[in-house]
């Protein structure tokens, strides 16, 4: 069987796919990796399909050793990826022999990580994906040492390459934001522009905002909003007034108003962006 | 009704009653969109969401401008039904605060037909409506930390089952064996939106 094994997870590594869409209505998260570019290109730098389960690795310290050959990449932040001690360097496919150990350094900038193996996680599947949900726990519980994690049979080429052009992720934010459905519960909307800093409460369920905080309008002071759909991006405003930009594990429902949606492209980047990290909003309707 | 924009690529439809959103959402679904990929009930709406750079939202909004919501299509809801031991925590203080005894408050969550109305909170909760009005009392004033899997409560308009434990307020009445949600599952949740549900009393 080809295989890997976790010899240590670091702070937090959780088997992620692109997630289960779809189960929205029956309370389920979509659930997948947060910087979706990232894991799709470690995917393709492998020789896998861009849906291929890979690891989510939080600020690095991973250490895998390989049960059977296998071709590995890492992408997301830049970060040393040492095999057998020696640095071979993030974004870029690494030969793995039978035995032989990958261990992840700190990034100096951003959170995740993401790890692809040649051949993908082949875990069991619960609702259609591989992805571990953090709100909901359902997927393949997080990793701790000694676990043998499966692999499938690799069948693509990995990517030839030179270099890639990787960037830090930025200490401010400029976010695009699409205004509603809520946004008629505020008194002094401007408020959304920011800044805001990112809280350390924040995890792959939201990220979590502090700032001046965002008041109701009279007529909506105390109102309660009947339950409603909750989009992947949509910024939540509990009655603290101080937003929460849903990630991918969010709640399917929630009695918040939501004032606004943070554009998709954007997204990524909440995925990195460490405690400290300024964000300002740009609004249009 | 109210159609309002959320994000790139979905939209809210508020609507001014729960069978109007049952309606719309029926009518949405029968039209089986391939690029429609949430269809989430609330309790006065539906969040419809496409995938990234679909059109298909403006053939959703033309969609529900013809179709005939006061007039749902009749359906066939799947009908479940749910023991329960009514031991729950909260059976005395619902009958106190209903000013009937504990075993009214039984007769009346088990005479009473329930439909799902949507789902939250945890894979597999359903909210049902149909609550009688003694049973309709508000949350705890401090939640539980761990309610245990299974339980029966109520809060709200709203009656329900915990899928798995969890911190929450509602009032508990009992509790049932059943098994409401399990990821493995091919059928991963017993309730689905618009479900029939009854509960009956067992010792």
């Not at chain 1, 040393?80 to 039978?98: I, W």
């Not at chain 1, 701790?144 to 992720?169: F, H, K, N, Q, Y």
Request: some cysteine.
């Amino acid at each position: 069987m080809r295989a890997v094994e976790i010899v240590s997870p670091g702070p937090s590594a959780l088997v992620q796919d692109l997630g289960r869409p779809g189960h929205g209505h029956l309370g389920v998260p979509p659930s997948g990796a947060l910087d979706v570019p990232a894991l799709k290109l470690a995917n393709r730098l492998v020789g896998n399909r861009e849906s291929a389960a890979g690891i989510e690795s939080l600020l690095g310290g991973l250490k895998v050793r390989a049960q059977s050959s296998c071709t590995v990449a890492v992408t997301g932040p830049l970060v040393q990826v040492m095999l057998d001690g020696r640095d071979v360097g993030s974004h870029a496919p690494v030969f793995l022999r039978q035995g032989q150990t990958l261990m992840l350094g700190t990034p100096t900038t951003g959170l995740r990580c993401y790890l692809a193996f040649s051949g993908g996680i082949d875990v069991d599947p619960e609702l259609g994906s591989r992805s571990r949900d953090v709100l909901s726990e359902i997927g393949p519980p997080p990793l701790c040492a000694g676990e043998i994690l499966p692999l499938g049979l690799s069948r693509g080429v990995p990517t030839g390459l030179d270099v890639l052009p990787t960037s830090p992720s930025p200490a401010e934010l400029e976010v695009p934001i699409l205004l509603g459905p809520r946004d008629d519960w505020f008194e002094n909307l401007g408020a959304l522009a920011g800044p805001w800093t990112v809280t350390a409460e924040s995890n792959r369920v939201g990220v979590r905002l502090a700032g001046t905080a965002l008041a109701r309008t009279a007529e909506f002071a105390g109102r309660e909003l009947p339950s409603e759909g909750l989009v992947t991006g949509a910024i939540q405003l509990p009655p603290s007034g101080l937003p929460v930009v849903f990630l991918a594990d969010h709640p399917t429902t929630g009695g918040y108003p939501v004032s606004a949606v943070v554009r998709r492209t954007s997204l990524p980047a909440f995925a990195q962006a460490r405690p400290g990290t300024i964000v300002r909003f740009h609004p249009s309707r | 009704m109210r159609w309002r924009r959320y994000g790139e690529d979905a939209a809210l439809l508020e609507c001014d009653s729960l069978e109007q959103m049952s309606a719309a959402r029926a009518a949405v679904a029968a039209a089986e969109l391939a690029d429609v990929v949430e269809l989430v009930p609330g309790a006065r709406s539906l969040l419809i969401e496409v995938r990234p750079g679909s059109t298909v939202l403006d053939q959703v909004r033309v969609l529900l401008k013809s179709a005939d919501l006061e007039h749902p299509p009749e359906g066939r809801p799947r009908e479940i039904v749910l023991d329960v031991h009514y031991d729950g925590e909260d059976l005395e203080l619902v009958a106190e605060t209903a000013g009937i005894s504990a075993d009214e408050v039984v007769k009346l969550h088990t005479g009473a037909r329930y439909t799902v109305a949507f789902t939250g909170f945890a894979p597999g909760f359903g909210y049902l409506t149909g609550l009688p009005e003694p049973l309709r009392q508000s949350r705890l004033d401090t939640p539980r930390t761990r309610v245990p899997s299974g339980s029966v409560g109520v809060a709200g308009e709203f009656t329900g089952v915990y899928p798995r434990s969890s911190p929450g307020g509602w009032r508990l009445l009992g509790h049932t064996d059943t098994v409401l949600f399990d990821a493995r599952d091919e059928r991963p949740s017993l309730l689905a939106p618009g479900d029939r549900v009854r509960f009956r009393a067992i010792r």
